[in-house]
């Protein structure tokens, strides 16, 4: 058995005693149709004979009681059966979840969003689909096949040896279709990845969709894309349907060759025509568990194809991980130093040779043109990657050396996306540091000047951020974050444009409120607008992944670099925007 299918067997495993359950009571469905079909014969002899009236009363009864029995058993059957398979599609649903949402940045930067929740959904739901109705058909079947095997063999074992060299030439046949079955699903899945992140993106962008028109273009791209989806599924439909013509086909051969052999055997008086009927009704009757199990291996097939795309990705390594000896730290005092750091994402490279060194609670400003790999820096701190050259020491460890658990809890970040989850606005606050009282969230949304917007929503902070007429402006939904970041009470503080999204008033304030917060804290700030980092400890200037200058911002002033460039020119837009002029 191949190793896909042994896994996602081992899922089943667990319940076994379901499937147990429902094999057996698929017997009892199956013994209710042999007594069915039994009893027919004696019962009309009795009736035909004209005698025994008593008989002919229990018939009736007889006829409710056995259906009474097979449909008691019919459902235990399929109840148990559907209730094992979607256990075990739970299973490997968490599974699935848990592993995909430990991977590093760079698993996210490689995946798309559409195409990990298709996998989510419609290759786990194809996975079990197969193996729930296998599992136990398989029992029925091969159990059909074993009995009418017996009534074959005890009939008359040569000619039951003649139609059995006939069967193992179904097997390669089938094989091979199912083989082709196995790619078809697979690809069909691919493309329904693909369109599941044509989904995502529309929708989640419905905005710049409308904004610019192109509703129509999109609609074509889906259209397209869902017609490549029917085209690759239609392979995986040809390829089943003939699986069962195929071996019909071939086990024709046998069925000829017992007519011809038994007949002139019938001929020559070795063998009664009798005998011969029954056997050949035998060698039918066993058409079909064959068949069954025919399209049981394909169904498996496909199963097996969706199964190698969700272990797949559930399987691939994680490059962060802890190391075996990675030490736990308590709180750091949080001094950072940078040696020779080098970073690339893929080929080209973002970050050479930074060397940087930043003491307990000092502040440090990370400015540089769009792109010069600002966010990149602060990434790196937080160990989302690690570095291709070079090392960070937090408090004199090398991050690779610290449990990433503690490492994790050494940061609060506010990024430049304001991502918030769709829950109440105290939760998403409380994202950071779930044991928070209330007492806390509300004073860390006041330090972020969000607990008056808060107090006007409808519900206040149990407000569902996504509930129709609770849309939050850029500026508020920057609060929120940072009164996230501000709960966290983590001794480094990134900010990544964080009051990017605030007017001159709401950013002085907050301005104020972080200003408190960097007390005692290194701080991170990555701002464009020079005004917020006038007086941090250290201005680090980046230029196409370089430092070019490093100081504070009245030496930088001085000095004639990319600062003093930056800051003449926003200082000047200042002074337009001061006078009322256009910038
Ligand atoms: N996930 C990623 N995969 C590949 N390249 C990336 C990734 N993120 C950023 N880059 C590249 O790395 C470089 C630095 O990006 P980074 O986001 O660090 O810039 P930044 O200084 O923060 O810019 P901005 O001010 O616009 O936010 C850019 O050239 C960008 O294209
Ligand atoms: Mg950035």
Known sequence: MSPVLKRTLGYFLPYWWLMLLSALFSLVVGAMDGAFAYLVEPVLKRIFAGHDTGIFLLVPVGIIILFLVRGISRYIYDVTIKLAGQKAIQDIRNDFYQQTIRQDMAFYNRQATGDLMSRMTNDITTMQEGMSQVVTGLFRDLISMVALLGVIFYRNWQLATISFI??????????????????????????????????????????????????????????????????????????????????????SLGIAAVVYVGGSQVMSGRMSPAELFSFIAAMIM????????????????????????????????????????????????????????????????????????????????????????????????????????????????????????????????????????????????????????????????TAAFAHEFILQLPDGYQTNIADRGTRLSGGQRQRLCIARALLKDAPILILDEATSALDTESEKMVQQALDNLMQNRTTFVIAHRLSTVLH????????????????????????????????????????????????
């Open 166 to 251: 006939v069967f193992p030439l179904t097997i390669y046949p089938a094989q091979l279709i199912g083989k082709k079955i196995k790619h078809a699903a697979k690809r069909s899945l691919d493309v329904m990845g693909g369109l599941g992140t044509t989904m995502q993106e529309t929708f989640s962008g419905i905005k710049v969709v409308k904004a610019f028109g192109v509703e129509e273009q999109v609609t074509q791209r889906f259209k397209q894309e869902n017609l490549n989806f029917l085209h690759q599924f239609r392979r995986y439909i040809k390829y089943s349907s003939l699986a069962t013509p195929v071996t019909e086909l071939i086990v």
């Open 536 to 583: 941090a400890d250290q201005i680090v200037v980046l230029e196409q992944g370089q430092v070019v200058e490093v100081g504070s911002h009245a030496d930088l002033v001085a000095g004639s670099g990319l600062y003093s460039r930056l800051h003449a020119l926003q200082f000047r837009d200042q002074e337009q925007l001061d006078q009322g002029l256009p910038a």
């Open 286 to 445: 066993l058409f079909t568990p064959v068949k069954k199990l025919q399209s049981s291996y394909n169904i498996v097939q496909r199963s097996a194809g969706a199964a190698e795309r969700v272990f797949q990705t559930m399987d691939e390594r994680r490059s962060i991980v802890d190391h075996a000896d990675a030490v736990e730290l308590g709180r750091v005092s949080g001094r950072v130093a940078l040696r020779d750091v080098s970073f690339q994402y893929g080929d080209e490279p973002v970050l050479q040779g930074v060397n940087l060194t930043i003491e307990p609670g000092q502040m440090v400003a990370l400015v540089g043109p769009s792109g010069s790999g600002k966010s990149t820096l602060a990434a790196l701190l937080m160990r989302f990657y690690d570095v291709s050259h070079g090392v960070i020491l937090l408090d004199g460890h090398d991050l690779r050396e610290i449990r990433l658990a503690s490492l994790n809890r050494q940061f609060a970040l506010v990024d430049q996306e304001t991502t918030l989850f769709n829950d109440t606005i105290a939760n998403n606050i409380r994202y950071a540091r779930p044991e928070a009282t209330d007492e806390e969230v509300v004073a860390a949304a």
